[in-house]
């Protein structure tokens, strides 16, 4: 069956708009077109786009779907498979919120508070989820199972006092980052020094045990991986690279 793009927007939901802009960056073209000029949309297409909304729905750019839709070994079946694992995965974080949510209703309709811990252990549970969607993969790979692992049973063991004391040595340490790179100070100064103090006050914050070849590590990462660097340098680009210097000049 073929569909004239009007009769694919009301289809799938895609407004024209968006349909006419996958045609000119090349994502889903039309089959043909009528001798009028008007698009039109065969089986293949109507199957395309269910895979464009499948990406979309998972925060997939729209050049990156095209790459993975383009490949010639691309596997439709495994691609599927990989949808769904997601969405499931998606499914049980919203399901674990929407009870931790439910109950904090109920406690507030029944004038009872909910204990701090039981709020801390869904707040844990909700990291450790986001954590394992994010960068678990990329982490295990890098570093290995054993000291993923046991970074998610640290994680598991953290008290809101550790937290609390780890979040406020992150904003120290953001804080004094962006006043160093402001006066152009030298990370081998002794504001660097002090950066260095508290970075390594801030990774054993929540019971790392200290390695200054892993502090290193990590500092070095924040240079080469943009992710991190973006976070460093969201006000004041210069800090990640300033903190970098510093472990490298101060972490004994």
Not at 140 to 164: C, F, L, P, S, W
Not at 186 to 213: N, S
Request: hydrophobic fraction near 35%; glycine fraction near 6%.
């Amino acid at each position: 069956m073929e569909y004239t793009i009007q009769e694919l927007s009301r289809l799938s939901g895609v407004t024209t708009r968006a349909l006419r802009w996958y045609d000119e960056i090349g994502l889903l073209k039309p089959s043909g077109r009528t001798e009028g000029g008007c698009r039109r949309y065969g089986p293949a297409e109507v199957d395309r786009l269910q895979d464009i909304l499948y990406y979309r729905a998972l925060g997939v750019e729209l050049a990156r779907i095209r790459a993975c839709l383009d490949d010639p070994s691309f596997d439709r079946l495994a691609a599927l498979r990989e949808h769904l694992s997601a969405l499931e995965r998606e499914q049980g974080r919203l399901q674990k919120l929407i009870e931790s949510v439910r109950e904090t209703i109920m406690a507030q309709e029944r004038k009872k508070n909910m204990s701090d811990e039981k709020k801390f252990e869904a707040f844990k549970r909700t990291m450790l989820e986001e954590y394992a969607e994010t960068h678990e993969a990329e982490s295990r790979a890098r570093y290995g199972d054993r000291e993923v692992d046991a970074m998610r049973n640290r994680i598991k063991g953290v008290t809101q006092e550790q937290y609390a004391e780890w979040e406020r040595l992150e904003a120290e340490v953001l804080q004094k980052l962006s006043a160093a790179v402001a006066a152009g100070a030298d990370p081998a100064g002794e504001l660097g020094k002090e950066i260095t103090e508290l970075h390594r006050r801030w990774l054993t914050a929540t019971g790392d045990k200290y390695d200054v070849q892993r502090h290193r590590g990590i500092a070095e990462l924040y240079v080469q991986d943009e992710r991190f660097t973006a976070y460093y340098d969201r006000e004041r680009p210069g800090c990640a690279r300033f903190l970098r210097d510093a472990v490298l000049i101060w972490a004994k």
